[in-house]
C-alpha cells in the first residue's frame, strides 16, 4: 500500500517518541514548512501532536479514527485490508463494495466509514448508526466455491468476530445466523450478499456493524441493543478492533477455503448463544420451538423438537418481542 507524504510521517512518529522537523523533511525531502502544515492537518484530522523547539514532534494520541492508516498500524493480513477505502459518512458500505466489486477492486477491499445513515441489517432492517460512534464496513472477497456455500461466510465471519472481541476481554456469544450478543444484547451484526455470474461467484459482500462507543439508542431498541463500552467500561480504538477482526478472518477464510465449514463446527458450538436452551425459530412458513443442539457441517442449525430433530438452512431464531 503506497503511502501519502502525511502517512509516512505518521509512520515516523510512531517510531520514536521526538521527531524533528529537519530529520523529517530530510527523511521525506520536503521543506520544513512542508511538514509543519502536515503537521496542522493531521492536528486538524484528530491526531494530538505537540512539538519542541529542541526536540521536535512528538505524537502523544492518535485519537478514535478509522482512516487506512489508523487500521493498518495493526494489520498483520496478507491480502484483506490492504486496500481501504475510508469515508467520513456513507449511506451503507455494501453499495460502495457492491460498487467496486463490479470494477475488479482486488480481493480484500475494505469499504469503511464513521456515519452509516443508510445501514441495513437482515430481512431489510435498519441498522442504527451513530456518527464516530461505531463500525460499518464491508469487506470483499472472490472465494472459488460453488454459490450454494457462500452463505457458510456469514457463520465464518461471526466467529472470526466473536474470537476477535474476546480478545479485548468482552464476552460476545453468537446467535445464529448472523447477530453477535453481549450477555443476550446485540452489539454486532453481519450482512452478506453475493455476486454472481452465470453459474459461479464473482464476489461476497461481508458488511459488518459494530457497535463501540454508544452510550444510548433509539427506543425501539434500547432493551436488545448494547455496545462494547457500555459493557465493558473500558474504551476502544476502532481501527484496531477492525485490524483485529481482519487479522482473525483472513486465517479462517483461508481454513474454509481449504477445509470447508466442516472445520468449524466445533468452534461455532463454543461461542453458541443458549446452546442446549429452549428456543423460538421461525421461518417463512412456520415457527417452531425446541432445544438448541448446534449445527451441522454445512452451517445448518439443528433444533430438538417434540417429533425430533429437525434442520433449518434458512430461519430466524427470535429472542425479542419486536422481531
Known amino acids: 500500500m503506497a503511502h501519502s507524504v502525511r502517512e509516512q510521517i505518521l509512520i515516523a512518529l510512531r517510531q520514536r517518541t521526538w521527531y524533528s522537523g529537519q530529520e523529517l523533511a530530510e527523511t521525506l525531502n520536503i521543506s520544513r514548512t512542508a511538514i509543519w502544515k502536515h503537521m496542522q492537518t493531521l492536528k486538524e ?5 505537540i512539538s519542541n523547539k529542541k526536540q521536535g514532534y512528538q505524537l502523544v494520541d492518535e485519537g478514535d479514527l478509522l482512516t487506512p492508516i489508523a487500521i493498518e498500524q495493526w494489520l ?20 460502495i463494495a457492491h460498487e467496486q466489486a463490479q470494477q475488479q477492486a482486488q480481493e480484500g477491499t475494505l469499504v469503511v ?21 461505531g463500525i460499518a464496513m464491508s469487506l470483499l472477497v472472490r472465494p472459488d466455491v ?15 468476530l466473536a474470537q476477535s472481541l474476546r480478545t479485548f ?10 447477530d453477535i450478543l453481549i450477555n443476550g444484547r446485540k452489539v454486532a451484526g453481519i450482512l452478506t450478499e453475493m455476486q454472481t455470474e452465470a453459474d459461479r461467484i464473482s464476489s461476497v459482500i461481508i458488511g459488518i456493524g459494530i457497535n463501540v462507543h454508544h452510550e444510548q439508542f ?51 458450538e463454543t461461542l453458541a448463544d443458549r446452546l442446549h436452551e429452549r428456543v423460538t425459530l421461525r421461518t417463512r412458513q412456520m415457527t417452531a420451538s425446541g432445544t438448541l443442539l448446534g449445527i451441522d457441517e454445512t452451517g445448518t442449525i439443528r ?12 430461519a430466524e431464531l427470535i429472542y425479542w418481542e419486536k422481531e
Open 113 to 133: 466509514c464513521d456515519h452509516q445513515t443508510n445501514g441495513r441489517g437482515q430481512l431489510g432492517r435498519t441498522w442504527h448508526e451513530a456518527k464516530n460512534e
Open 303 to 314: 433444533i430438538e423438537t417434540e417429533t425430533g430433530e429437525t434442520r433449518f438452512h434458512s
Open 218 to 268: 433509539p427506543e425501539g431498541i434500547k432493551d436488545r441493543a448494547t455496545s462494547l463500552v457500555r459493557e465493558s467500561g473500558r474504551t476502544f480504538r476502532r481501527a484496531e478492533v477492525v485490524a483485529t477482526f481482519l487479522n482473525r478472518f483472513e486465517q479462517l477464510y483461508t481454513q474454509w477455503l481449504e477445509l470447508g465449514f466442516g472445520s468449524f463446527v466445533s468452534e461455532w
Open 45 to 49: 484530522e484528530g491526531y494530538q501532536i
Open 146 to 160: 460453488p454459490m450454494h456455500q457462500a452463505g457458510q461466510l456469514t457463520l465464518v465471519a461471526g466467529i472470526a
Open 169 to 178: 476481554d468482552v464476552p460476545v456469544t453468537i446467535k445464529w445466523p448472523n
Open 76 to 95: 498483520t493480513t496478507a491480502r484483506l485490508g490492504r486496500h481501504i477505502l475510508h469515508f467520513e459518512e456513507l449511506d451503507t458500505t455494501q453499495r
